[in-house]
């Protein structure tokens, strides 16, 4: 296919489509037929005046991500003339990302603004004849060549909205009030931003690790490792898919500058939790990798969270049920909150539904985070606080104890994060007389969820954060025979889907991230990916978006049908409002 067809095929899909993703592929297109010859260069000049290297980069930081100004007041714009802006919503990462290598949006291109594309001329539209140019849309016509920014042109256009090249920007652009110093650091923050490869990339090779403590079960480990190292293998194999075969090959040269060869390290964690972030950075000092991907240990995900945030190196997909919940962290994508989705999925689903309600739980980490995640969301949607009564992980819960919660909470719900030991005697001691409702987990009963006393089915409401089984099956069709295929014993079924997909993931993002290998735009790459509902995950919808990261939103409220193999019904939808 000849270049300028191939483009308008480009631009029509993306017209026609409404889904990122495609936006994402056109964008790297257009990028590469404008600008073809980018490659990040190092270019430091001296902070301003009085400032350290890092302290210009902290301030200037600020400024570009949040929209502060050294003083600590919002950065003050304007909007198409004269409407006046500030905060969050117009720093310049919300439209450049946080990579600095700008972002598509509907029809909106923001063009990068980091340092490596900045200060070279911006080639735009010179491999375009006339011909060729008559046959794009007016929104991407080629504006004119800019020459590189010099640090005073670049603190021209961001006040005044005109480039070197003397052309107005499009007025969504805002015009920053800025001057003096706060100008300076601002355009020394640009400078330096994505301005050479991240630690782990070099020209040739992206390391990864991965990470796996002792005492995880074998199976488990297996089933992670074994799967993740199959696709980096598999992709290590396939070289001459993503390398050019010939020179004549459309972005023939692209394609073998951007390739790059994968290596995937296993760290393996020894000892108590409390000594795995000197062990972190005693493996990240000798051999730096541009992220961690997949992982699976013992304990609380934590202290991994922590070292990737203080060392900014993203951590793709953890396998694990104890992740940190923060909304402001940036370097760890989850798959979900676990348990808390459980405990947040309960409360959503009872909001309007009234009554008395008790949550009882153990003070396992489970147990608390279930717990939590009702607590925090019943405080959010004015829900009327649950009473609760934590009990110690092998506390025995008497026959009276039970009589007592059912007399008192016969008109309402009873949140029971307990295990089937635990539900089969309440049954046997309420006897006809159950409560309204009971709510319970799947992933605490786990094996023993078809084993739910009958008489309380009906009544019982459950948690089930999954893909439900029926849907399952066209997911297993795909996830068993590849792992026949490389030959990888089935330990754990879930989790090696979940390396699948990560594997699947990646091809995607290294398609779009070219040479740019910088930790941020994976990052930012990965957040404009569009939303996976038909995908091979444990669950039945994926999100993403800036800053989100914890993918699955949602969770299933299921009932359990009679008899000995009891069928799951669905009683609500898999987002709950
Ligand atoms: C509301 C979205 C938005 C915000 C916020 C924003 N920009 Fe822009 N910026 C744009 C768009 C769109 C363009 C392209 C305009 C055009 O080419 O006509 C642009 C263009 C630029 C350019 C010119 C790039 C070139 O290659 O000539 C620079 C430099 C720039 N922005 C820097 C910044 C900085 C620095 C900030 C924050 C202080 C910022 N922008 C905030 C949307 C935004």
Redesign the pocket.
């Known amino acids: 296919m000849k270049r300028d067809t191939m483009l308008c095929a480009v631009i029509v899909l993306r017209q026609l489509s409404r889904y990122k993703l495609l936006n994402l592929m056109a964008i790297v297109l257009v990028m590469l037929v404008l600008d073809p010859g980018v490659f990040a260069a190092d270019i430091s000049s001296s902070p301003p005046a009085g400032l350290s290297r890092e302290e210009a980069l902290r301030l200037g930081e600020a ?2 991500r949040e ?1 502060v100004l050294p003083s600590g007041e919002y ?1 003050q ?1 304007v ?1 198409e003339g004269d409407i006046p802006v500030e905060g969050p ?8 990302m946080r990579s600095g290598l ?1 972002s598509v949006e509907g029809t ?6 980091n340092g490596a ?2 200060f070279k001329p ?1 080639k735009s539209g010179q491999e375009f004849t006339e011909q060729q140019r008559k046959h794009l849309p007016s929104y991407l016509q080629p ?1 004119d060549i ?1 020459p590189a ?1 010099t640090d005073a042109m ?1 603190a021209d ?2 006040r005044t ?1 005109i ?3 003397g ?8 015009l ?1 009030l ?1 001057e003096g110093r706060d100008l300076d650091i ?2 020394y923050y ?1 400078k330096n931003l994505s301005s050479s490869p991240s630690p782990g990339a070099t020209d040739r090779t992206l390391r990864f690790a991965t990470i796996v403590s002792e005492e995880v079960r074998k199976g488990d480990r297996d089933a992670m490792l074994l799967a993740l190292s199959a696709y980096i293998k598999d992709r290590q194999s396939k070289a001459y898919y993503y390398k050019a075969r010939t020179r004549r090959q459309l972005f023939a040269e692209e394609m073998d500058l951007s390739y790059r060869e994968l290596t995937l390290a296993t760290w393996e964690l020894k000892g108590t939790p409390d000594t795995w972030r000197s062990q972190l950075e005693a493996y990240y000092r000798k051999e730096p990798v541009f992220a961690l991907l997949g992982g699976i240990v013992k304990g609380s995900w934590s202290p991994i969270h922590e070292f990737c945030e203080k060392n900014r190196i993203p951590c793709i997909f953890p396998v694990t049920d104890q992740p940190v919940l923060s909304d402001n962290d940036w370097y760890t994508l989850y798959f979900s909150k676990g348990p808390y989705q459980e405990g947040e999925a309960v409360a959503k689903f009872l909001k309007d539904k009234g009554g008395p309600a008790v949550q009882i739980y153990r003070k396992t980490d489970e147990g608390m985070r279930l717990a939590q995640g009702y607590r925090d969301t019943a405080k959010k949607l004015g829900v009327p606080a649950a009473d609760e009564v934590a009990l110690n992980p092998d506390e025995e819960i008497t026959d009276s104890f039970w009589s007592s919660v059912i007399e008192k909470y016969r008109d309402g719900s009873l949140i029971l994060w307990l295990g089937i030991d635990d539900l089969t005697r309440i049954a046997r001691t309420a006897d006809a007389d159950l409560p309204v409702a009971f709510f319970a987990s799947s992933t605490v009963l786990g094996q023993s969820l078809n084993l739910l006393p009958e008489k309380m089915r009906q009544r019982t409401f459950i948690t089930y954060p999954f893909r439900l089984p029926d849907d399952r099956k066209r997911i297993d069709h795909i996830v068993k025979p590849w792992l026949k295929v490389k030959k990888i014993p089935e330990t754990n079924l879930a989790v090696s889907t979940e390396m699948y997909f990560l594997g699947t993931l990646l091809t995607d993002v290294f398609m779009h991230m070219q040479r740019n290998y910088y930790r941020d735009y994976f990052l930012d790459v990965i957040d404009m990916l569009q939303d996976e509902s038909d995908t091979i995950a444990n669950y039945p919808r994926l999100s993403f978006g800036p800053g989100q990261r914890y993918a699955s939103k949602g969770c299933y409220i299921v009932q359990l049908s009679a008899g000995k193999k009891p069928r799951i019904i669905r009683k609500s939808d898999w987002v709950i409002h």
Do not use: N, Q
Request: hydrophobic share 45%; net charge positive; with cysteine.
């Open positions: 400024m570009y929209g950065m714009a909007v919503m117009f720093s310049c990462a919300h439209c450049h700008g909106i291109v923001t063009p990068p603004t594309k900045l911006f504006p800019r920014y670049l256009v961001i909205g480039d070197p090249g052309r107005k920007l499009d007025p969504i652009m805002p920053y800025l601002l355009v640009l």
